[in-house]
């Protein structure tokens, strides 16, 4: 039995090294488009920063590694062009062909520029593979940019914001929606903007920019440009197979990751998965989401079986050393899915008043009929993350807020205070209830 | 309507101040038997430590800030010495005679040193009230003492044994039973040793210390003493009206904080709760649950209708930096509960690797007939807290290995592996099992 993957980052080799642990007999072959595989794609704004100093750093094994540790074959520069299923093949664009007896597309994401003129010159980055972020740090290093424009306010955009202004440059970002990080969310993008101009960096939502000078963006001077916006699933070569997508435009995938191919499974940012909130598929593509249906479609291409719940679309994005924390459902995002959201935000400290320690602010959203949160989120220096990981394993558990108030979580002066702000907003949610 | 609260620490006051809220022509009055009310008694550590420097910084409110902001009547040094239900009044030391339509016991509990023979002298202390505190300190100032033994390894304990390191004394800890932090747990035990150990303090487990000697405890040189043993509920003016108490020793309520008197409410440290996962009844005296269920009973005895869901027995204590934080059952307390527990421990980074960070280390407790978790505990310089409450949230969700394996957890690189620690251990488990 031969399995072959395309792509070999998170997903992708997530799902071989879980088919081959289900399995040690079968055949794997990971085909990889570009140089090299395993790497932490969401390292590369600290590589352009220069926290991360070296690229290889990012690099977590090598196809050497693959082959004698793992048994699994890993080719880079492999671009698949076509696959044909009904002869249970793909051909490479060397001319190639590999049988395959399952198929895993994990062929990822990119950052659609053809919408953008001028986006081939020299001084423009997308950051979405290691040469990308290769290139972009020679460039700052050899060249020396005083002035970057970041088109997009997602996460790559903003932590490219950062890592560039931590570079010395100066920054606008440019967003052509209304709000921040994808999330319809006026308080949410309030808060990042704060955040963005009190370290020097602008932020411009509502601006289209459609075309590149060769010195400036929608009329900001700049002298280097990265695109962190028009990101779409690779799904062309896919959908030329017969391969269904979804109304998100990604894979349509069941919860085992199987396609509606028999035997052709997706993972990864091409893939949709279901939103443990709205009931509805959706597209979040994130790195946690990757290694998790990557290993679900690994193990059941090795005749294991096991399913992939869902998303809550947890996240979380440091911008200057604040954590931005998101989870579920905004409250503009609830009304557009047919709930009655209510919120509660509150800003409270992360530790007891006679101790020094930041504040957080926490946004909790509950649906007006059921009382069951819808959302939430966690802005802060402290505790973003583990704050917004208690409301998403909530939002999981379909909890009310009544029954999130009564959660008994961890207080001791030095670590919160014994109202932890979670439980102050569900407070204050109820009452607005 | 007369509301009378025996207790004006933190379920007492919690207690007061909803009652307030709930009915704003509530006759109300805290009868405190100590000399100052409302104060952070979990930050008494600190304040011998010194980190806290002024026993006011522990002071949340003032009788008077009661009396003027919230029309609640506080009583100091008002020493209730019976309660006579049928006619309901309290009587105080003085004489006095309080009368009551609601009561509400919030009596706290105490340090038991009758067991211990030499516990008067003045080089004993234990670490209760503000006055304990203060009197700690200024016994340190003055005396200089050298060698401190702590008995009982306890949260107070292990806190104390750390605030008396960092003030330069040799700390012995003496534990009579083969656990810390009241967790029958040898892996939390080991832990919480070898952090002690490493900054210089010494635990020694199995050992009963019944009497102090001027110059040693059990055959331990020292000249100041701290007793955090014996911990007890102050039971014994509510069993004398009629007040039943559970099978734990501490006064039985029900899910309004009722007691079996009609009218007779209960909180805080002298009170049961339930137990989420073994949905017995449970007597775990800590100050989040003083504060919750002092709110309940206030807002019962003030005519609302409100309910306190239990406890699943979360709590963290920080020891030189490092947090240890529990919640649900060890292994071993699932076992005497009659569950069949399987563990998984593991530990690992808490961010990529690339990114420098501290390590953690995550065990989770699950049954083996049902899958369910029972508990867990996480331990490290780092974001410990955040990952005992999304554990605690999973107990109160009921849910199973499987599904907590599913969390969404919040990742980017300066805040959280890929793998957070919590899935790696799940995933672990669900090896095991």
Not at 14 to 35: F, N, T, W, Y
Not at 134 to 153: L, S, T
Not at 184 to 206: F, I, N, S
């Amino acid at each position: 039995m031969a399995l072959v993957v395309i792509g070999g980052v998170a997903a992708g080799l997530s799902a071989a090294a879980r088919a081959r642990r289900i399995d040690p007999r079968l055949d794997i072959v990971v085909l990889e488009k570009g140089p090299v595989v395993s790497y932490g794609a969401c390292g590369l704004p600290y590589l352009v920063e220069g926290r991360v100093r070296e690229a290889r750093e990012l690099i977590v094994h090598t196809p050497e590694y693959f082959r004698k540790e793992r048994n699994i074959e890993v080719r880079t520069g492999a671009r698949v062009v076509s696959i044909a299923h009904p002869r249970r093949e793909v051909e490479l664009q060397s001319g190639d062909r590999v049988h395959y007896d399952h198929l895993i597309i994990a062929a990822g994401a990119r950052c659609d520029t053809d919408g953008i003129a001028g986006a081939l010159q020299p001084h423009v980055f997308t950051l979405h593979t290691l040469e990308d972020a290769e290139r972009m740090r020679r460039f700052i290093r050899e060249k020396r940019p005083r002035r970057a424009v970041v088109i997009g306010a997602g996460y790559i955009g903003v932590e490219a914001a950062d890592a560039l202004r931590r570079n010395g440059l100066r920054v606008t970002v440019l967003e052509r929606s209304a709000n921040v990080l994808l999330r319809d969310d006026p308080h949410l993008t309030a808060a990042v903007r704060k955040q963005l101009e009190k370290h020097g960096v602008e932020l411009r939502c509502g601006v289209k920019a459609s075309a590149i000078e060769p010195e400036s963006v929608a009329d900001v001077a700049c002298d280097l440009v990265v695109v962190s916006a028009g990101f779409k699933p690779n799904v062309e070569m896919a959908t030329a197979a017969g391969v269904e997508l979804g109304r998100t435009g990604a894979i349509r995938a069941d919860d085992r990751m199987e396609t509606n191919l028999h035997g052709v499974y997706a993972a990864g940012d091409c893939a949709e998965t279901m939103h443990l909130v709205t009931g509805r598929p959706t597209w979040i593509p994130l790195g946690t989401t990757a290694n998790k249906t990557g290993r679900v479609a690994g193990a059941n291409a090795a005749g294991s079986r096991e399913r992939f719940a869902g998303v809550v679309g947890t996240s979380i994005v440091g911008i200057f050393g604040m954590g931005f924390a998101t989870t579920g459902l905004s409250v503009e995002q609830a009304r557009a899915e047919g709930f009655s959201p209510v919120a509660a935000r509150i800003e409270a400290p992360v530790r007891p008043r006679y101790f020094p320690g930041a504040r957080t602010t926490v946004e909790l959203v509950a649906d007006r009929a059921t009382r069951r949160l819808m959302g939430g989120s966690a802005i802060g220096e402290e505790g973003a993350a583990g704050r917004i990981n208690v409301i998403a394993a909530a939002l999981q558990s379909r909890l009310r807020v009544d029954e999130f108030e009564q959660l008994d979580l961890a207080y001791s002066p030095p670590f919160a205070p014994v109202w932890d702000p979670l439980l102050i907003a569900a407070q204050q949610l109820i009452k607005e209830l």
